[in-house]
Structures are given as C-alpha cells and as structure tokens.
C-alpha cells in the first residue's frame, strides 16, 4: 500500500471502529501493511513475561495498529479532513480539501 499519505507526529481522527471520534497522534506508520499506530486508540493488553530472575511478569496496555482506512488526518481549523498536495511552491505540502490550510 504505498498510498499512505501520514507521517510519525501527524494528528488524526478515527473514523470508523470502536474507537471512533477519538484523536491522537500518529506514532508509527507501517508502510507496507498500511498501518498507523496513534497515541490512545486502539489499545491492547499484553503479557509481558519476567525478564530477569525475581522479577514479576506483567499484563500491560499496548497501542496496537490501526488500518489507514480508518484514520483521517485532522485539520486544526475545520476537523478531519481530506488532503490533497499543492505544487505551486517549490516544497510540494499538504492542504486541507475544505479551507485550504496548510497541514
């Protein structure tokens, strides 16, 4: 899935699921799988065995990924929005779809 148009620190909204409305920021962005991690959402528990000798296994709360179909990038004027690239200046950016903002 080489369409993915989020990176690592971007802010986004789910849209779908059992997280949905939820917002953060994205942590990792697997490119291949066409995942994202966000802060917050999509949160797992996992075991976590003893590591040395005397100390206590664990069961601790994971973010797991989350499909980039579910994720929209959010705008900080107008909400989620949809992203589209704008080449006039020499750097190519991200605009927001609806007020033109630079994301």
Do not use: W, Y
Not at 18 to 30: E, F, H, M, T, Y
């Amino acid at each position: 899935m080489n369409n993915v148009k989020l990176r690592q620190g971007d802010t986004v909204v789910v849209v779908t699921g059992r997280d949905k409305k939820k917002s953060g920021k994205v942590l990792r962005v697997d490119r291949e799988k066409g995942r994202v991690f966000v802060e917050g959402v999509n949160i797992v528990k996992k075991t976590q065995k003893p590591r040395r000798e005397g100390e206590k296994g664990a069961i601790i709360e994971v973010e797991a990924s989350i499909h980039v179909s579910n994720v929209m990038l959010k705008c900080p004027k107008c909400g989620p929005a949809r992203v589209r690239a704008d080449l006039s200046s020499k750097q190519k950016t991200r605009v927001c779809h609806k007020c033109g903002g630079v994301l």
